[in-house]
């Protein structure tokens, strides 16, 4: 329990599966909207959902980075709005004003916790190999040995986020994704890895 709690303090309130290289993350699920015609992203506005300004920051810089290095402008909340002022729809658009920003890009955590996963054989690849040439009782046994053992069973930690593009004139929803890392070993590598999937996704996406 402590180390959830730790996880989620660590961490903000932030079909196809991608994995970044080197990571443990990949991508859970992504959504676009195939009816937007904002074209690719020109600039846009960084927000990290975080009680803590320093996490926050981290996460903020770290995305502005990823951006810029891909020719996008890109721009941290906080460079423009105090971290004690809550996000709401006058502040960001007072903030925004003049500043050319298309979309507002927002991250937070939806879940931390420990989960179990089976690292036994493939269902699929044990009925091709075995299963058609057992009979029930053969089969039965077979199945119930290898899933009654605990050794195929492992406890990781699984930390998941999402992240969200809104076009900034409507306020719509245009983009969105949910990753998941598994045994992270920082806050750090998270956000990093994440920034990989954010950039590869919206690169498949033709939105930079």
Request: hydrophobic share 40%; glycine share 4%.
């Amino acid at each position: 329990m402590k180390n959830k709690v730790l996880w989620v303090h660590l961490l903000w309130p932030v079909v196809l599966v991608i994995t970044a290289c080197g990571t443990n993350t990949k991508l859970l699920k992504a959504w676009t909207d195939e009816t937007y015609a904002g074209g690719p992203l020109r600039n846009v506005l960084i927000i990290g959902v975080s009680n803590d300004p320093g996490k926050r920051r981290n996460l903020e810089d770290a995305f502005t980075r990823a951006l810029q290095q891909n020719k996008v402008g890109a721009l941290s909340s906080l460079e423009i709005m105090p971290a004690d002022v809550k996000i709401t729809r006058e502040t960001v658009e007072s903030a925004i004003s003049g500043r050319n920003i298309d979309a507002v890009l927002v991250t937070h955590l939806v879940r931390a916790e420990e989960k179990t996963f089976y690292s036994g054989p493939h269902p699929t690849e044990y009925r091709s190999k075995r299963a058609f040439q057992q009979n029930l009782w053969q089969h039965y046994d077979s199945v119930y040995d290898y899933t009654h053992d605990p050794s195929r069973y492992k406890e990781r930690r699984s930390v998941v986020l999402e992240s969200n593009i809104y076009d900034a004139e409507t306020a719509k929803l245009v983009w969105s994704i949910q990753s998941e890392t598994l045994d992270p070993k920082s806050a750090t590598e998270v956000i990093q890895s994440l920034g990989l999937l954010i950039i590869e996704s919206l690169k498949k996406e033709k939105f930079i």
